[in-house]
């Protein structure tokens, strides 16, 4: 008798210590979701008189106080998608090197900080490597390709960590059935192992993606300029870019007070534009889990 009371006093003390963890980890996801759309919610209110056909499709006029943002739509869109473009291959190939090939040890250790590390620079010493090596060393000059290669530098600890998980996650019987079916290292890999993983790497990918469409530091200093009356046609090319712009209006315009509505309509083309990358991301990544399912 004495042994049931205390054995439903633990459970019941055990209960208790759950719940209260539960709703911890529920208020914290609450507290994200709220802070996503307290802020979204912000921005609607502030910029959304500033949204019209006109506004994104124009060019900038009369010192920035009137016109659209298209240049800085589709330069936002060029510096992501150039910073993908490079980040993406060297970051899965490099994944798949740490994790398949690389014989664990001291070089792999060195190699994982150094990566840890790099994920920890500032964006601004990024955008000043950008333009001491890309727009000085190689010569590129600030343009659309210099400040693509600065941000997809900028974007591979993320989608270099994201891919390791991802390839980690893939049972070693895969692995083992390719290879005991006749198939070469090479051929378990891309046939077997990476197909598996590519929900996985796609996650990393989406968060690179936002962040490179976020940032201002680095494009800054190697592709975004203050304005320019034409659209990009080649990648060495000065371009406008959505956060530039805002910092441009919100600090260095002559008519602060009067782009008020601008700075914040801008803000709200820029995180419609970057969910609207992660959805297209989500929905491709959801595809590729579900077919692997099948």
């Known amino acids: 008798m004495t042994f049931s009371l205390s054995k439903n006093r633990l459970s019941g003390k055990r209960g208790t210590v759950q719940s209260i963890w539960f709703a911890l980890f529920r ?3 609450a507290i994200n979701v709220l802070a996503l759309f307290a802020v979204i919610l912000f921005m609607v209110i502030q910029g959304a ?3 019209n056909w006109a506004f994104l499709t124009e060019m900038p006029k009369n010192s920035m106080t009137e016109g659209g943002i298209l240049p800085c739509i589709i330069g936002t869109i060029c510096l992501a998608l150039g910073a993908l473009a490079f980040a993406f291959p060297v970051g899965v190939a490099t994944a798949i090197y740490l ?3 690389a014989t664990q040890g001291k070089r792999v250790a060195m190699i994982r900080f150094a990566i840890t590390n790099l994920a920890g620079v500032p964006s601004v010493v990024f955008g000043l490597f950008g333009l001491a090596f890309f727009c000085t060393v190689l010569k590129l000059g600030v343009s659309l390709l210099s400040g ?4 997809g530098i900028m974007s591979l600890p993320v989608i270099i960590g994201a891919s390791e998980e991802a390839l980690k996650t ?3 019987t895969y692995r083992e059935a390719s290879l005991g079916l006749g198939a070469s290292k090479w051929q378990t890999i891309f046939r077997v192992v990476v197909p598996s993983a590519l929900p996985g790497i796609l996650t990393g990918s989406i968060l690179a993606l936002g962040r490179a469409a976020g940032e201002t530091a680095p494009i800054m200093f190697t592709g975004a300029v203050f304005f320019t009356p034409d659209l990009p046609t ?6 406008m870019a959505l956060p530039y712009h805002i910092y441009v209006l919100a600090t260095a315009g002559t008519h602060i007070g009067e782009t008020r ?4 309509g801008t803000a709200l083309v820029l995180i419609a534009l970057v969910l609207g990358m992660n959805l297209c991301a989500i929905i491709v990544r959801s595809r590729l889990r579900n ?3 099948i």
Request: net charge negative.
């Open 27 to 29: 208020g914290a996801a």
């Open 261 to 264: 509505p601008l700075q914040y």
């Open 170 to 172: 893939v049972p070693n």
């Open 148 to 151: 693509a290669l600065t941000l």
């Open 99 to 101: 994790n398949e090939y």
């Open 291 to 293: 077919r692997n399912r």
């Open 49 to 51: 008189s500033a949204i």
């Open 234 to 239: 080649s990648v060495f090319d000065e371009v």
